[in-house]
């Protein structure tokens, strides 16, 4: 079965450092998401993007938050600075179509760790 | 704000046992999907529910979704020590973005 690849599966950075977090989603879909998830915390949407535009973003994703699909398969996101609150695991997802009932497919998440 | 409540968060149980997990909101839904994640893992859909009143069936999960389309639940009969992990209810909100549940830890002892 197609899946989501992401990579790294964990990373460590020091505060104020940048990081680029990758993904690549499943080849024919159209619709990619980030998502984080903080230790016992809820999964949470950070912005989906459609079209090579972000077509929505929550107030967690301020200028410090970019995304990117530089070359048609991988789906990038970049926190120029990071903060301690900024570790958590971050889900990439991808789905076909974007209406009710759509399927996403998450991949197995990047572990960041922020000193 | 949409929001989506489950519960109980966490549920020990004994291989074998019934069990049921609730997802209520004070809004509706046009449809509620059911996730389960394992350690180290991502989200994996296990079903969506659509219609209100709609009853799926999977093996031993039986998903409710309410006449109102406010709230879901996850039945599982006789459960195994597989069925260990996070179950999660997401449901699309007005704006298209998915909303989770703070998810039910499930713990099923052999």
């Known amino acids: 079965e197609p899946e989501v690849t992401q990579t790294p599966s964990h990373q460590v950075t020091q505060m104020g450092q940048e990081v680029i977090l990758r993904c690549v989603p499943i080849?024919?879909?159209?619709?990619f998401y980030w998502y984080r998830q903080i230790l016992g915390q809820k999964v949470e949407f950070l912005v989906s993007?459609?079209?090579?535009?972000?077509?929505?973003k929550s107030e967690i994703f301020d200028d410090q938050f970019s995304v990117e699909r530089p070359d048609g398969s991988n789906f990038t996101l970049k926190i120029r600075s990071t903060k301690l609150e900024d570790s958590a695991m971050y889900f990439c997802?991808?789905?076909?179509?974007?209406?009710?009932?759509?399927?996403?497919?998450f991949g197995s998440g990047t572990q960041l760790s922020v000193l | 704000t949409q929001l989506l409540e489950q519960s109980p968060q966490f549920l020990s149980i004994q291989e074998g046992e019934n069990l049921t997990v609730y997802c209520n909101s004070s809004s509706v839904f046009s449809s509620l999907q059911w996730y389960r994640q394992e350690p180290g893992e991502g989200p994996v859909l296990l079903v969506t529910v659509v219609t209100g009143g709609e009853v799926k069936k999977l093996k031993r999960l039986t998903f409710q979704f309410g006449d109102a389309r406010k709230d879901s639940s996850l039945h599982i009969t006789a459960a195994q020590p597989g069925d260990t992990g996070l179950y999660l209810c997401a449901g699309p909100g007005n704006t298209g973005k998915l909303i989770f549940g703070q998810g039910t830890t499930l713990q099923v002892k052999p």
């Open positions: 993007f459609y079209n090579n535009e972000i077509s929505e």
């Open positions: 080849s024919n879909h159209l619709y």
């Open positions: 997802a991808s789905s076909e179509a974007r209406g009710q009932g759509r399927k996403l497919f």
